[in-house]
């Protein structure tokens, strides 16, 4: 007899929210959308339309949702980084099995509040640290426990944010601001340290960083430049590759990018007239050099592992769409990957071989971020609900609660400009 499928709530009906509801859409027979909350009419109504919500399953919060009796088996909590301690500690007590988005919060004591809420209420819990479920880190772990480079003895790992992505989120949007969200290392690249940490597979024991805002403040702003593109003279505002005017409508209706850019700073209502309506009187229309941004726009971080094994990380705002891409260096070989295609070097054969863990372009999992990563962490979490059955959950209470201390380390050591040492267990 086939088992009823999962139920789950979307607390936070943004881009995130959307996304692992989407799964709903692609197997219904393992899971269906409950209900939603979200104080965004616009998004809310969107969400409870795709999935044929009834108006009394569409809260403006969670706050009301947390009031009803327990509704379904899930909850995945995809609210902004600094709203997410307040609806764990509500709806844990129900017995909601928890998906959160990444990072659990933006403060070390709330996330050690949100692991031990879980732990004491018997929660099954999995962080959104997406890129641990992709097949390209399935392969690469498989081919390392393998042993075809030997013992691993140094990492490179590259998170290329992309030029138009930090003047978007990190400049000008949701994440510019460490005050209002969490500082960059954790708002975009935790899951990057994350990563490492699983592919290394060994306690993290010491971490330095260093990075800055190099170039997204005032004394960059070009002579003469406006405080907003629509503003600006055009013969400066066509030579400036951020310009605002130049993302969101020189490429309106002709890039999936933009048209995903362009229904986020619209609320899902895009259209050249709103669109530049935004931009005139909106946070999206700045000029970059001219924002409250303080957010840094590079950073490096090294760390030493148990082993020795030691890693560096590097986070950059100052590079094309392109996917991250690591190098690691064994005893008896070396593995470069660009999170598509794994290319493995056997010293002793001087021979290469490659893994190729592309998505077919038909499969369900082709329009889905991150490698197919959104997708298979629902398949994942969706599996462990119905059965119990823990093991494809790469990212539980725990392991996520080490890899932020390694990450709040680093952010330490760049701020202070020290060596940190860590707690045992990272």
Not at 145 to 169: C, N, T, Y
Not at 417 to 424: A, K, Y
Request: negative net charge; charged residues 25%.
């Amino acid at each position: 007899m086939t088992p009823p499928p999962v139920t789950l709530a979307i607390i936070g009906a943004g881009k995130r929210g959307e996304a692992y509801a989407d799964y709903a859409k692609k197997h219904p027979d393992q899971l269906r959308v409950a209900a939603v909350a979200e104080p965004r009419k616009v998004l809310r109504e969107r969400l409870a339309n795709d999935h044929k919500l009834p108006p009394e399953r569409c809260y403006d919060g969670y706050e009301a949702f947390a009031r009803e009796p327990k509704l379904c088996d899930a909850v995945a909590i995809c609210t902004q980084d600094r709203m997410h301690l307040a609806p764990v500690e509500a709806l844990a007590p129900k017995g909601y099995a928890i998906l959160l988005e990444k990072p659990l919060s933006h403060d070390p004591e709330e996330c050690a509040r949100i692991v031990a809420c879980v732990r004491q209420h018997g929660n099954l819990f999995a962080c959104c640290h997406v890129l641990l479920y992709t097949e390209l880190t399935r392969k690469l772990r498989e081919l390392l426990r393998g042993g075809v480079i030997g013992d691993i003895v140094s990492m490179q790992h590259l998170e290329p944010v992309a030029w138009w992505h930090q003047a978007h989120s990190f400049v000008r949007g949701n994440w510019r601001n460490s005050a209002e969200s969490s500082f960059m290392l954790l708002s975009k690249s935790c899951h990057d340290i994350d990563w490492m940490r699983h592919i290394i597979d060994r306690p993290c024991r010491q971490v330095v960083s260093f990075g800055s805002l190099r170039h997204f403040k005032a004394s960059e702003k070009p002579p003469g430049a406006a405080d907003r593109c629509l503003e600006c003279l055009p013969a400066i505002e066509r030579q400036c590759p951020y310009s605002a005017t130049k993302l969101y409508l020189d490429s309106f209706g002709r890039d999936w990018i933009i048209d995903y850019l362009n229904d986020v700073i619209t609320a899902g209502n895009p259209t050249r007239e709103s669109v530049r309506a935004v931009l005139a009187s909106g946070p999206y229309g700045r000029c970059v050099y001219a924002c409250d941004n303080d957010v840094v726009d590079h950073q490096t971080v090294m760390l030493e592992c148990e082993g020795p094994v030691t890693a560096t990380f590097t986070m950059t705002a100052f590079t094309p769409t392109m996917h991250r891409a690591t190098r690691i260096f064994g005893t008896r070989g070396f593995i470069e990957t660009d999170f598509v295609r794994i290319k493995v070097f056997d010293f002793l054969t001087e021979r290469e071989t490659v893994h190729d863990t592309a998505i077919e372009p038909d499969s369900s999992t082709a329009a889905v971020c991150h490698g197919g990563g959104d997708y298979h962490i629902m398949h994942a979490f969706v599996h462990a609900v119905a059965t119990g059955d823990l093991s494809l959950i790469h990212s539980g209470p725990d392991e996520t609660l080490a890899s932020h201390r390694i990450v709040f380390a680093a952010e330490q050591s760049r701020r202070e400009g020290r060596l940190i040492q860590l707690p045992q267990g990272c």
